[in-house]
């Protein structure tokens, strides 16, 4: 598989933005998910990741959505706002993320 420097596929093999051919077969960290993964294994719905941050309480005392909780796992430093993902809700740090796609290296452009 050849692909361009924006991601496009070329004649079987891989380039880098300048021409050189790039290596598939060596590990690589997602800078979305932090997974490993090989780029020549890399598909459409490989990452699995937020495309927001985790600061929902933050976000809300702005927005003037501000959940609260008497959970003490929900509490944060601020008088019990609950903290979530801004994109989905969800209000774990670990859970999985809402949005699917290809991994991307921290050496992609």
Same mark, same amino acid.
Do not use: I
């Given at each position: 598989? =050849?692909?361009?420097? @924006? +991601?496009? &596929? =070329?004649? +079987?093999?891989?380039?880098? %933005?300048? #021409?050189? $051919? &790039?290596? *598939? *077969?060596? $590990?690589?960290? /997602?800078?979305?998910?932090?997974?490993? !993964? &090989? $780029?020549?294994?890399?598909?459409?719905?490989? /990452?699995?990741y937020h495309t927001a941050l985790f600061t929902g309480g933050e976000v809300g005392k702005y927005? #003037? !959505?501000? $959940?609260?909780?008497? %959970?003490?796992? @929900?509490?944060?430093?601020?008088? +019990?706002?609950?903290? !979530?993902?801004?994109? /989905?809700? %969800?209000?774990?740090?670990?859970? %999985? #993320?809402? /949005? *699917? #796609?290809? @991994?991307?290296?921290?050496?992609? *452009?």
């Amino acid at each position: 598989m =050849l692909v361009a420097a @924006h +991601g496009h &596929v =070329l004649r +079987g093999h891989v380039v880098a %933005a300048s #021409g050189a $051919p &790039v290596d *598939t *077969t060596s $590990p690589r960290t /997602c800078r979305r998910c932090k997974v490993q !993964f &090989v $780029p020549a294994d890399n598909h459409a719905r490989e /990452c699995v990741y937020h495309t927001a941050l985790f600061t929902g309480g933050e976000v809300g005392k702005y927005t #003037g !959505f501000v $959940p609260v909780s008497p %959970a003490y796992e @929900h509490r944060s430093l601020h008088r +019990g706002l609950v903290r !979530f993902w801004d994109c /989905c809700n %969800a209000l774990q740090e670990d859970d %999985a #993320g809402c /949005c *699917t #796609g290809p @991994h991307e290296a921290y050496e992609d *452009t």
